[in-house]
């Protein structure tokens, strides 16, 4: 967890990577970790990472059924009001490089509907996945307005 603070007006925000168990009791008791985390803080949050968890059946190439997972996750979001913006570029952001690949949107960035407020226009893009399993995801955060730089290097 990082704590930022913005140039430009002060705010405080902060981020959480995520790397998400596979188990899904360990994942019940993150959701309930994070929960309690995110509701005792008064700052705006972004969460980003591999939650190891898809939202929807439409989020995986094999489809199938809503599994509890799938809703324990979206109760989490709900119930700590996170925004779940869609990803541009992509359908999937993980295979298991198989001859007949499954494919999944576990990765992704979430964000409280204060930390969206103060960066408006904010969203996610896929970017070239090279030799990982993952997708890398970029998080534009929105407009913000230019800052001047304190330093500037200068080769003499």
């Not at 981020?15 to 596979?22: A, D, M, R, V």
């Not at 490089?97 to 896929?126: K, M, N, T």
Request: glycine share 6%.
């Amino acid at each position: 967890m990082l704590h930022f603070e913005a140039l430009q007006d002060n705010l405080v925000w902060g981020l959480i990577s995520i790397y998400g168990p596979n188990d899904d009791a360990l994942r019940v008791s993150l959701w309930e970790e994070l929960e309690s985390f995110l509701s005792s803080g008064d700052i705006p949050w972004c969460l980003g990472g591999d939650f190891n968890v898809v939202r929807f059946p439409s989020k995986r190439s094999t489809r199938g059924r809503l599994t509890s997972a799938m809703c324990e996750f979206s109760t989490f979001i709900n119930q700590c009001n996170l925004v779940d913006p869609p990803l541009e570029g992509a359908c999937f952001t993980w295979s298991n490089h198989e001859e007949v690949p499954i494919l999944s949107q576990i990765d992704r960035f979430l964000f409280s509907v204060e930390w969206e407020e103060h960066f408006q226009g904010a969203h996610q893009v896929s970017l070239p996945k090279i030799t990982s399993d993952h997708v890398p995801i970029l998080l534009y955060a929105g407009d913000a307005p230019s800052v001047r730089r304190p330093f500037r290097f200068e080769n003499v």
